[in-house]
C-alpha cells in the first residue's frame, strides 16, 4: 500500500508561483512512476506532469515550460514547481503512483493505483 499526501496549495496572485509537494509511504516508492493531476470544478481530471524511476518525464499538453515535477526517492517525495501561473490554472491538485515497475498510458486516470486527497490551488487575476 501507498499512501500520498499533497500540500504546498495555496491562494496566489496571475503570474506568482507555487510548489506543490507529495509525500509518499512505502519501501517501493522509487520504482514506482508518480504524477501530478488536477480537477476543476465541473471538469474531469486532467494529467498535468508525471514521470518514471529512469526518469522519463511527461507534460500534459500545453502546459510544459511553466511545470516542472520532479522526486526525491531517498525521502520519498513528488514536487510540482509552478511558474507564471493564470487563472485556468485553479484547480485541486492530486498526487498519484503507480504500481512497482508498471508502464502505462500516464494520461489515463485509471491507469493510477494510488491517489492522495488534493490541495487546493487558487490562481486570482
Known amino acids: 500500500q501507498v499512501q500520498l499526501v499533497e500540500s504546498g496549495g495555496g491562494l496566489v496572485q496571475a503570474g506568482g508561483s507555487l510548489r506543490l509537494s507529495c509525500a509518499a509511504s512505502?519501501?517501493?516508492?522509487?520504482?514506482?512512476?508518480v504524477a501530478w493531476f488536477r480537477q476543476a470544478p465541473g471538469k474531469e481530471r486532467e494529467f498535468v506532469a508525471g514521470?518514471?524511476?529512469?526518469?522519463?518525464?511527461y507534460y500534459g499538453d500545453s502546459l510544459k515550460g511553466r511545470l516542472t515535477i520532479s522526486r526525491d526517492n531517498a525521502k520519498n517525495m513528488v514536487y510540482l514547481q509552478m511558474d507564471s501561473l493564470p487563472p485556468a490554472d485553479t484547480a485541486l491538485y492530486y498526487c498519484?503512483?503507480?504500481?512497482?515497475?508498471?508502464?502505462?498510458?500516464?494520461?489515463?486516470?485509471?491507469?493510477?493505483?494510488?491517489w492522495g486527497q488534493g490541495t487546493q490551488v487558487t490562481v486570482s487575476s
Open positions: 512505502g519501501r517501493t516508492f522509487s520504482r514506482r512512476a
Open positions: 514521470m518514471n524511476w529512469i526518469p522519463v518525464i
Open positions: 498519484a503512483a503507480g504500481r512497482p515497475d508498471q508502464t502505462m498510458d500516464y494520461r489515463d486516470v485509471s491507469n493510477w493505483a494510488y
